[in-house]
């Protein structure tokens, strides 16, 4: 009889041969990208991630490339200075100007005064690259094959030459901090491979025997970096400056541990300690717990995620490889299963590049980058690009991801609050940034019109702030977040004025990134009221009151803060029927009639201030705005259209901007309409590339099969939410299932329809509060007398849920 102890050893040892790809045996796993040919350029190569050290994986036959990267490594220095000293001395003048309508005036004031000191420089970069040759590969290789497991979070390489079977396989450990590459040659010709590791700036590499290779590095006075790789084999080892090779190895398995100085602290200047001793620790760690373990342990990590979430939206052409998937895609109805595919892809790059502890949140590109100044820096667009990056953290279930994001808001304070003094006055309250800000905690505007100024950056932050709150209902966590929440709302509070009419609005405002044409042909961008801008602060106000109802605080602010909310200048119908842009009906003398930003729809998604079935005749003006804006945009502005009208409740519609999305693209140069797609990797294609359209079309998927964004009062005066059950279900999803989706107030919801028509549900109630659901049939509730009263063409449901408990409700069927 074996020991406990020799059973337990035999299981560790086979183990990891349990959970190994699919695609070694020769099968597809259900989930899994896979080509037949190595990647020859970035946008064909495969991600993989652990939130802070990812690589991109080319799956070369006799050269490879891993393109590393690191989340924090950002060029350039903290710029404190970037704030326009006394900016706030020239605001009287510059609202004068807009309100007398001398707005050529006032757009060369405000860029002139309200932009930022000093030119925006730092960029997002790769970390380095590790390069493969293989000497003996330049034999004829037949049945490659390379995939990405997104079940398991591990890519791979599969082929034969003459006699040997090779594999690879590659995945970035969370718990261990590792990227592992594992080699075997499975026949009678070894693996003989030379291993290069370097950057291209700022950095030396070194070989330390008897394995490793150590890269030391900067970009520039704050951060310094660190990247090690070891070698274990049963092979022969010999190295040399920069560089290892291997002979006669059956199998090797590279480690590579990486990381920098960084620290997200704007008073201690981002800087932290040397990363040489982390680094160092997490390689012998990692060498000490072996592949085997590694393997098993990342895996399990990551499913704890992703498996969170299952869905099925109908038959998947997965026998074919996943570049012909994306070109045969058209209207998707003949692979219904490809977006379903993509909706998981977008949670694995959400899991990959935003893990609970992260320094920094997933940025434009989520991790993955090449080269030293990215497209648009890389960095935090947040008139749109960076919140996208977040829509699906909290409905997909992947609620801790969202929690770098709200630590860097949380971080943005202390800058912000500089920021808030030196362009609205030194008496200024809270805080305040508008476009963008990065991984030095950027807050000053940005330094040219027509995107420099935007009022609308840290009003839009704090709805993240909130949505957590919303969806987790946990109280502590919102009284944490509470006083930031706060802030921001006082700087609108004490910076917004009256317009003409006596409502309050911003001035100077934009909408971001457009112009506008007057009806006496004055063109600018500079006005006062812009939609979107008022749009987040109603949304802002609207939360925080909330937050004090439910934390039982500053009962006086409360009240401020709804007066003010009420009196926010309303949302308003122009000649067109459309929701208006401008403080001005304007929309119509546009000579950008097709513009990428859908700004004033903000109130319609992400925000709630306009819904189907509360104000129908703003929806039926958000509607017509996107009729005249047109369907086709850049990546992520489809994206958001997808979202739009799955709030319009028009399925149809919203997959219909899903099939554009998902149009395949080789696109590399910057083209600002009209090009969006999908490059080979299914990497989101503006062009060039930025993942925030990946997220979105998760977010709009989502909204098609549950949405909970519409509120009501409860007994207690709080928020409760109406759960709507599909609302927004595609005919080209005639047949389904989604289980473990969350909607605000605590609950998490699985689904399932035939036929169009659904068929069963079930909500389980982390918190016990009370809720309404809107179905498209009439279903019964088992255990509650829930009568349904008319809800438009719909059927809605009131629910006092019990804590921790579960109801299946099904469809009513007709009694004949």
């Not at 969350?742 to 329809?753: H, K, L, P, Q, Y």
């Not at 809107?774 to 449901?797: E, F, M």
Request: net charge neutral; aromatic share 12%.
């Amino acid at each position: 009889m074996l020991s406990v102890k020799l059973t337990f050893k035999i299981f560790i040892a086979i183990f990891p041969l349990l959970i190994i790809s699919r695609e070694v045996c020769g099968q597809q796993p259900p989930l899994s990208l896979w080509y037949r040919s190595p990647a020859k350029e970035w946008i064909e190569a495969l991600p993989v991630g652990n939130g802070t050290l990812g690589a991109m994986v080319f799956g070369g036959i006799e050269n490879d490339r891993l393109q590393l990267n690191d989340i924090t490594v950002w060029s350039g220095d903290p710029q404190p200075a970037a704030d326009r000293k006394d900016a706030y001395k020239f605001l009287d003048t510059i609202r004068t100007a807009i309100r007398q309508q001398r707005y050529k005036e006032a757009q060369e004031l405000t860029a002139r005064y309200m932009t930022s000191s000093a030119p925006y420089y730092s960029s997002y970069q790769t970390l380095g690259d590790i390069f493969l040759h293989f000497k003996n590969a330049a034999q004829p290789a037949g049945s490659y094959k390379r995939w990405l497991d997104i079940g398991q979070a591990i890519s791979g390489v599969s082929y034969q030459q003459p006699g040997t079977r090779y594999t690879r396989e590659t995945f970035s450990s969370a718990p261990d901090s590792v990227i592992v590459h594992h080699i075997t040659a499975n026949g009678k010709t070894p693996v003989e491979v030379s291993i290069l590791l370097n950057r291209k700036e700022r950095s030396q590499t070194r070989f330390e025997a008897p394995n490793k290779l150590i890269m030391t590095g900067n970009t520039g006075a704050t951060l310094d970096f660190e990247v090690q790789l070891a070698v274990i084999t049963d092979g022969i080892i010999n190295g040399s400056n920069d560089s290892i090779t291997v002979t006669k190895a059956s199998e090797l398995t590279i480690y590579v541990t990486g990381g920098t100085s960084y620290i997200l602290d704007y008073n201690k200047g981002f800087k932290g300690e040397h990363p040489h001793r982390k680094v160092t620790r997490q390689l012998q760690h990692a060498i000490s717990k072996g592949y085997g373990r590694l393997k098993a342990d990342h895996v399990a990590d990551y499913r704890r995620f992703f498996n969170r979430v299952q869905i099925n939206l109908g038959a998947a052409a997965d026998s074919l490889p996943t570049d012909e998937r994306l070109k045969n895609y058209g209207d998707g109805k003949k692979d219904p299963g490809f977006a379903a595919m993509f909706y998981q892809y977008g949670r694995y790059l959400l899991i990959s590049s935003s893990r609970p502890g992260n320094p920094l949140p997933s940025n434009s590109q989520g991790l993955w980058g090449d080269g030293f100044n990215l497209p648009w820096k890389c960095d935090y667009k947040s008139n749109i690009n960076y919140q996208m990056n977040y829509w699906p953290a909290e409905p997909t279930h992947l609620e801790e991801l969202h929690d770098p994001m709200i630590r860097l808001t949380t971080a943005l304070v202390a800058p912000g609050t500089k920021t808030a003094r030196a362009y609205f006055g030194p008496d200024t309250p809270g805080w305040y940034y508008g476009y963008t800000t990065n991984g030095w905690g950027w807050t000053s505007p940005g330094a040219a019109l027509p995107w420099g100024v935007f009022a609308g950056g840290s009003g839009w932050a704090c709805q993240h702030l909130w949505e957590h709150y919303a969806f987790g209902r946990d109280i502590n966590y919102l009284r944490k977040v509470y006083p930031v929440m706060k802030g921001a709302a006082e700087f609108y509070l004490a910076t917004m004025i009256t317009d003409e009419e006596g409502h309050w609005v911003t001035s100077p405002s934009t909408s971001p990134e457009n112009n506008f044409i007057t009806d006496n042909q004055q063109k600018g961008n500079v006005t006062e009221g812009a939609t979107m801008e008022k749009a987040i602060i109603w949304d802002l106000f609207d939360n925080v009151a909330m937050a004090c109802r439910i934390l039982h605080t500053d009962e006086a602010f409360r009240q401020k803060l709804i007066t003010a909310r009420d009196n926010i200048s309303p949302l308003k119908i122009g000649k067109e029927g459309q929701l208006e842009e401008w403080n001005k009906d304007w929309d119509l003398n546009t000579n950008d009639p097709h513009h990428r930003h859908v700004s004033h729809l903000f109130p319609l998604h992400p925000g709630h201030q306009v819904t189907a079935f509360k104000t129908p005749e703003l929806t039926a003006a958000a509607k017509r705005t996107l009729e005249l804006r047109g369907d086709d945009g850049t990546g992520w502005s489809i994206a958001w259209k997808e979202n739009f009208w799955a709030r319009l409740r028009d399925g149809n519609h919203a997959h219909h901007l899903l099939s554009y999305q998902l149009r395949p693209t080789t696109q590399l140069q910057t083209v600002m309409a009209d090009a969006g797609g999908t490059y080979p990797n299914l990497f989101d294609a503006h062009p060039p590339f930025q993942i925030d359209g990946n997220f979105g079309a998760v977010s709009g998927i989502t909204e098609m099969l549950l949405q909970s964004h519409e509120t009501y009062l409860t007994n207690n005066g709080t928020y409760g939410y109406v759960l709507d059950i599909l609302p927004a279900l595609p005919a080209a999803w005639p047949n389904g299932t989604v289980k473990g989706l969350r909607a605000r107030g605590g609950f998490e919801v699985d689904i399932s329809w035939n036929n169009g028509r659904l068929t069963d549900f079930s909500i389980r109630s982390a918190n016990g509060e009370p809720c309404k659901i809107r179905t498209p049939v009439p279903v019964i509730i088992p255990g509650s007398n829930a009568k349904a009263t008319a809800s438009g063409s719909c059927y809605l449901y009131e629910l006092q849920t019990l804590k921790g408990k579960s109801y299946k409700i099904k469809r009513l069927e007709k009694v004949l």
